[in-house]
């Protein structure tokens, strides 16, 4: 083969690796004597690689271009250098977890504890140094569950730097971003960025102002709403959550008719969200007709259900979405959206004036309890509802499977994220002593970080049960890995016994008190590491 005109030597060694160097000959002077070409085009690849990133001669001037505009400053305070070098550290580090076979050794995961250090940071209100922001802009193109605290830590700076790098654009769309924003107060500058922002300004601006007056930000919105995109319309409207109020449903109320069915679909959950709006008026009315107790005399007390027989406009207006999933027959679907979108306050009333325990427990007709069930899980998750949420989640130490409410651990989950901190860690903790950390993944990652101590010791007593009894130790990799990241630093002098290789049983797994030592000295090195992370953070 020959060589192509005017291609360059690198493109040429690229072409001669994507075809093999048996069907297309390296190019000229690449393969020196006593080396074969698949080894001699590697050699020089790195080569050419070292010459274009140390070699690259800045691109003359486009004509009439002017330099960037300096970066804006951050106000923000510096951090203390040992906190520096260890996030310096912490970027460097993309080796992922160790070892093979399954097992990761003992040294901590530092890629897992560089979302905690962002969050630690910026609640502390620190500025990334200017000569971290590349890497940190790396770090979060490559991970989207780092981008929020990482394009907070970064900050203005931050954002000034991803102008300039197509490979960072994606820090211009996201939510805060790191903006600066201007004086609440000051309605001209406000009214500027508004009009003439980045998007992910506009939408950190609509949250900061939201915080600040709601009535303010609503106004804001209003007043360019018609000429936005539907996908911008759909995330301006998603930033009303915080601090949703009466006030927002006559503008709600307008996006119920939107040419976007997203946008429409979200105004109706917000709306929902308001017990005394005009829409969940309309739905509790709608779920009402739907939804009885028994009036036949029976001896037993029932609720019975007569699902919809039709979805009309007036439905479909309100969010309601007419045709199922596959699988899923239309009444169902139908009655499952209603009672979802229906103010939970509506029960007691219409089903005899009973506690909502005593609802929960009630017998349904006809098969309908678990679609019922399902949607009022859904609702008390909507209405962040914690008398309902209890209710359905019935006792921790009940068997999963007969729960009044759901049996599903993600729902389970949800239903958690509306108690108080306390009571759902003290819920979960109890749910693991009585069943083991099979089904707890998903329910230990709705608590708060560190975990309370009752939590802590519930799942470092479960870990231990099973390395005494020899269990399978690498179907526990999750619930460590999370252990690492949430457990209190205060637990690894406690836990120092537990690093001991056990003596292997008859019926263990092979190797098994192998990994558990090790997985046991990662905890432990991991929370001391967590310890001096938090010491770093806040030394003066």
């Excluded at 005109?5 to 060694?13: D, G, M, T, Y």
């Amino acid at each position: 083969m020959t060589t192509t005109a005017n291609a360059s030597p690198w493109e040429e060694l690229v072409t001669s690796a994507l075809l093999g160097t048996d069907r297309r000959t390296p190019p000229a002077g690449t393969t020196p004597a006593g080396k074969d070409a698949p080894v001699a085009l590697l050699d020089a690849a790195a080569l050419h690689t070292l010459r274009r990133r140390a070699g690259l001669r800045p691109a003359p001037p486009a004509a009439g271009g002017t330099l960037p505009e300096p970066a804006p400053h951050d106000g923000r305070r510096a951090l203390p250098p040992p906190a520096r070098r260890r996030l310096v550290q912490l970027l460097a580090d993309r080796s992922g977890p160790s070892g093979s076979g399954g097992r990761r050794g003992t040294a901590p995961d530092l890629t897992e504890l560089l979302p905690q250090w962002l969050a630690a940071a910026n609640e502390h209100g620190y500025r990334a140094p200017a000569s971290v922001l590349p890497a940190l802009l790396d770090a979060a193109r490559a991970r989207t569950d780092l981008r929020p605290q990482a394009l907070t830590f970064a900050g203005p700076r931050g954002l000034w730097l991803a102008r300039l790098n197509p490979e960072w654009k994606f820090a211009l769309r996201g939510g805060s971003a790191g903006s600066t924003l201007p004086d609440m107060e000051d309605t001209d500058a406000v009214r500027k960025l508004w009009e003439e922002g980045l998007f992910a300004e506009r939408v950190a601006l609509l949250a900061g102002l939201r915080a600040h007056d709601a009535g303010a930000a609503l106004e804001l919105l209003a007043s360019t709403w018609a000429t936005e995109r539907a996908e911008d319309r759909l995330m301006f409207l998603d930033s009303l959550r915080a601090g949703l109020s009466d006030a927002d449903e006559p503008f709600l109320e307008q996006a119920l008719s939107d040419r976007s069915r997203n946008v429409r679909s979200t105004a109706a959950e917000l709306l929902s969200a308001l017990p005394q709006s005009a829409l969940a008026g309309r739905m509790a009315a709608r779920a009402a007709s739907c939804v009885a107790m028994d009036r036949s005399g029976a001896a037993e007390a029932m609720i019975v259900v007569e699902a919809p027989h039709e979805c009309d406009a007036d439905m479909q207006r309100d969010g309601i979405v007419p045709a199922p999933p596959s699988g899923r027959g239309e009444r169902s679907w139908w009655l499952g959206q209603l009672v979802e979108a229906a103010p939970l306050s509506v029960w007691p009333e219409r089903l005899g004036g009973r506690s909502v325990r005593e609802i929960v427990a009630l017998p349904v007709s006809d098969g309908w309890a678990d679609e019922l069930h399902a949607a009022w899980c859904r609702a008390a998750v909507r209405q962040h509802d914690a008398d309902w949420s209890r209710a359905l989640l019935g006792t921790p130490a009940a068997p999963p499977s007969t729960g009044p409410g759901t049996t599903s651990p993600a729902e389970r989950s949800k239903l958690l994220a509306a108690l108080p901190d306390d009571e759902r860690a003290a819920w979960v903790a109890e749910f693991i002593a009585a069943h083991g950390l099979s089904e707890a993944f998903q329910l230990l990652g709705v608590c708060t970080v560190p975990w309370a101590a009752p939590l802590g010791r519930a799942v470092v007593d479960a870990l231990d049960i099973a390395r005494e009894a020899g269990s399978y130790p690498w179907s526990f990799s999750g619930v460590m890995g999370l252990a690492e990241r949430c457990l209190s630093p205060e637990e690894a002098d406690r836990l120092e016994v537990l690093t001991a290789t056990p003596d292997e049983q008859e019926d263990a797994s092979p190797g098994a008190g192998g990994y558990w030592s090790e997985a046991f000295q990662r905890l432990v090195s991991t929370l001391r590491l967590r310890a001096a992370m938090h010491e770093e953070l806040t030394a003066a």
